[in-house]
């Protein structure tokens, strides 16, 4: 998935949820329901996701320096990390305490029709930038489920609007269930129950996508797609990789630094160099998503 593609995701689950967010405000403000004060916390809150994840994909283009040999790349991964840290908790946070203050200080749900409506629209605009997600997901995760796929990408962007997508569907189906039978029964209770369980859902999502986070900051392995793909281009060229490290230096971009061993020891140093030349270059042709190579030859004693 190009940096492009994932930030169309980006953009169309950021409409998603400005107007999804601003029909549910107006919705808890005639109702006053605590689950659909949640859902439209939640939904401002995946606004300020969205916008931060722009934010980290415009500054980790920035090409790379002095100070920065390597590039901005992850610089993607710390904004992802605040929309894990600060707005996913802060929105669970928030829903979870709603529905406690909703439980010690109950009082009846009014226009039920309102609420029911909106979060109807809003399941429908849900599931439309999910279903955007999902193909995009397929694409690259190449059979492997969705949780593999999480735990091993370098697509931030992706990751985070996916599971976003997710949470946003479980707390709109919560909430619906909750002022549902909040009306039905006439027991707020379930109200403020609702509430509570978005949270917990935010709060969940936030700790995973969070996990994912702090890998990529720390230095996680690229797939082992793209390390084969890499040991299979140098071997078409005539060296055993000895020694590989892969990892992720930013969205869609890999930092290898490779150990060779020439099979024809014959050649002189300047054949050696061409090779290894036209090796990287290929490299860079075949797999682009390998943005760093650093090689060294040598050989098994």
């Not at 916008?51 to 980290?56: A, E, K, N, P």
């Not at 593999?148 to 707390?171: K, P």
């Amino acid at each position: 998935m190009s940096a492009g593609g994932s930030r169309k995701v980006v953009l169309m689950a950021l409409g998603a949820n400005f107007g999804i967010a601003v029909s549910k405000l107006v919705a808890a403000v005639f109702t006053g329901s605590g689950s659909m004060m949640a859902e439209a916390i939640h939904s401002f809150a995946d606004c300020g996701n969205q916008g931060l994840l722009l934010l980290g994909a415009a500054r980790s283009a920035k090409p790379a320096n002095e100070h920065h040999p390597l590039g901005y790349g992850r610089e993607a991964y710390f904004w992802a990390f605040l929309v894990a840290v600060v707005l996913f908790t802060l929105g669970g946070a928030f829903s979870v305490y709603e529905g406690v203050e909703k439980l010690r200080h109950p009082h009846e749900l009014e226009h039920v029709g309102w609420a029911v409506g909106v979060l109807a629209l809003s399941v429908v605009l849900e599931g439309m930038s999910f279903l955007a997600a999902w193909r995009a997901v397929a694409k690259v995760r190449r059979g492997r489920s969705l949780l593999s796929w999480a735990r091993s990408t370098g697509d931030v962007d992706l990751l985070v609007v996916t599971f976003e997508d997710i949470a946003a569907l479980a707390g709109l189906t919560l909430a619906l269930v909750a002022v549902l039978a909040a009306w039905a029964t006439g027991n707020t209770m379930y109200d403020a129950v609702g509430s509570i369980f978005v949270g917990l859902v935010l709060l969940t999502v936030a700790v995973f996508v969070g996990a994912q986070m702090r890998r990529l900051i720390v230095g996680f392995s690229a797939e082992p797609s793209t390390q084969e793909a890499v040991r299979g281009v140098w071997s078409e060229h005539g060296f055993d990789v000895l020694r590989m490290i892969a990892v992720w230096s930013g969205p869609g971009s890999v930092t290898v630094s490779l150990k060779v061993l020439p099979r024809d020891l014959s050649v002189n140093a300047r054949a050696l160099i061409d090779r290894m030349n036209a090796a990287e270059s290929d490299v860079r042709r075949r797999v682009p998503e390998v943005t760093w190579q650093f090689v060294e030859p040598d050989i098994q004693d």
